[in-house]
């Protein structure tokens, strides 16, 4: 049995890798302040991750799964207090993300593009790029995930759940533009497998952008969600100059992420359709729990009733 510490655990993705690692029979450990409901089958760790001391120093962990660091600091004071122990972890997987390649970079993204500012996400994404140098510093053997928007059940992220619930209340759904800007996304089951595989074979490569081969555009993916909630998507059409963060889940940049070394490690991923069905399920019992912003809040004050040419 392995012992493996997640960071977070009771959130979205550091909820489902948790419960995920628990259910495949590991020992299965989270870190966090426990201001949550924690993840089933797991064991508490309350702690912030930057006031450590010598909690680790009675624990000896196989595994390191951080899915909280956002910066530099925050892999180097759990590297800390983990090599203070005298006895650090086999492994150590960091979930990066998309955002550390500039938005000027060729497309699709490999993984031996240059990292720089995005200016779409800014310091998250300079946080991400410190956090990736931290650990490759400091921990030369440890593997890393960049992947594009992660979705799938206990994603409390207004994206999915913001079209679910436009379709559940039958509502035309406001696109910017034609809705043609194509996103990628990536299975937060996927994400586990990679985790396993990385786990299973140490491949030589250290970074991999992970994700799903073929994006789509924003209409097709509207319509998958509204599918998967049992109705058929109707549109309008946002021609006017308004930025669309105001009404929408998604900033206005395509990017896509080359997968081949992924594909090569874990072979096919979930299909969309599959993926939404089961989010869809999972918001259905769970819709207190999700983030909401006032999307429909300002098309509704702001949009309906207008004609868009």
Same mark, same amino acid.
């Given at each position: 049995m392995r012992k493996i510490l997640v960071t977070g655990g009771t959130v979205f993705v550091s909820r489902y890798v948790a419960e995920y690692f628990a259910q495949k029979g590991d020992e299965v450990y989270v870190l966090n302040r426990n201001h949550h409901q924690q993840p089933g089958g797991t064991i508490l760790i309350e702690a912030d991750r930057h006031q450590l001391g010598d909690i680790f120093n009675e624990y000896a962990f196989d595994i390191v799964l951080d899915v909280t660091? /956002?910066?530099?600091? +925050? #892999?180097? +004071? =759990? *590297?800390? $207090? *983990?090599?203070?122990?005298?006895?650090?972890? &086999? +492994? /150590?997987? *960091?979930v990066s993300s998309s955002a550390v390649y500039p938005e000027t970079a060729p497309q699709p993204f490999a993984e031996d593009a240059q990292t720089g500012r995005n200016q779409y996400w800014g310091g998250y994404g300079m946080g991400k790029i410190a956090a990736e140098e931290t650990l490759l510093k400091r921990f030369p053997g440890a593997y890393i995930l960049r992947p594009p928007y992660l979705y799938g059940p206990m994603n409390n992220v207004y994206r999915e $759940? !913001? #079209? !679910?619930e436009c379709a559940d209340k039958n509502r035309k759904f406001y696109l910017p533009r034609k809705g043609d800007m194509k996103l990628q996304f990536f299975h937060v089951r996927d994400l586990c497998r990679?985790?396993?595989? =990385? *786990? +299973? &074979?140490?491949p030589v490569?250290?970074?991999f952008n992970v994700g799903n081969e073929e994006s789509i555009s924003v209409r097709e993916w509207v319509g998958l969600c509204y599918s998967a909630a049992g109705r058929r998507a109707q549109y309008v059409e946002v021609e006017q100059d308004i930025n669309q963060r105001k009404y929408f889940s998604f900033y206005d940049y395509e990017y896509q992420l080359e997968v081949s070394r992924q594909k090569a490690l874990i072979g096919d991923t979930v299909l969309l359709e599959e993926g939404l069905r089961e989010s869809y399920l999972w918001y259905c019992g769970h819709k207190d729990e999700v983030n909401r912003k006032e999307y429909i809040k300002y098309i509704d004050q702001n949009l309906a009733g207008q004609r868009f040419l």
């Open positions: 660091a /956002y910066t530099g600091e +925050d #892999v180097s +004071d =759990l *590297l800390g $207090a *983990l090599e203070n122990t005298g006895h650090p972890p &086999r +492994d /150590y997987i *960091l $759940a !913001f #079209v !679910f990679c985790m396993e595989a =990385l *786990l +299973d &074979r140490h490569q250290h970074i």
